[in-house]
């Protein structure tokens, strides 16, 4: 069964960090990319950074993060980490860790990032 569990979110004023962590199971984490991906009520899911079953290149991210939040990963632990420094308001969301897009059968809960003064 696959499950993704997403952690470290919080409330964080502007400026500051969080990093994010996922753990993915019931699959074979390092044979797939794993992206996060980020939702707001009203508004559809946007990609915020992906990384490759490769330790290495492609990683890419949305343009708005790009030199303030780094993708990661450990696939002896099986888990996925995005690292978010000089966080703004915009980056407000429930963020999620998931497959490809063509292969995100499955959804964690999510972990809440609050960016707010």
């Known amino acids: 069964q696959v499950q993704f569990v997403e952690s470290g979110g919080g409330l964080v004023q502007p400026g500051g960090s969080l990093r994010l962590s996922c753990v993915g199971t019931?699959?074979?984490?390092?044979?797939?990319?794993i992206g996060w991906i980020r939702q707001t009520p009203g508004k559809e899911r946007e990609g915020v950074a992906c990384i490759s079953s490769i330790n290495g290149p492609p990683i890419l991210y949305r343009e708005s993060v790009k030199g303030r939040f780094t993708i990661s990963r450990d696939n002896v632990k099986k888990m996925v980490y995005l690292q978010m420094n000089s966080l703004k308001p915009e980056a407000t969301a429930v963020y999620y860790c998931?497959?490809?897009?063509?292969?995100?059968?499955?959804w964690g809960q999510g972990t809440q990032v609050t960016v707010y003064s």
């Open positions: 998931n497959k490809d897009p063509q292969r995100r059968r499955y």
């Open positions: 019931g699959f074979n984490l390092s044979s797939n990319n």
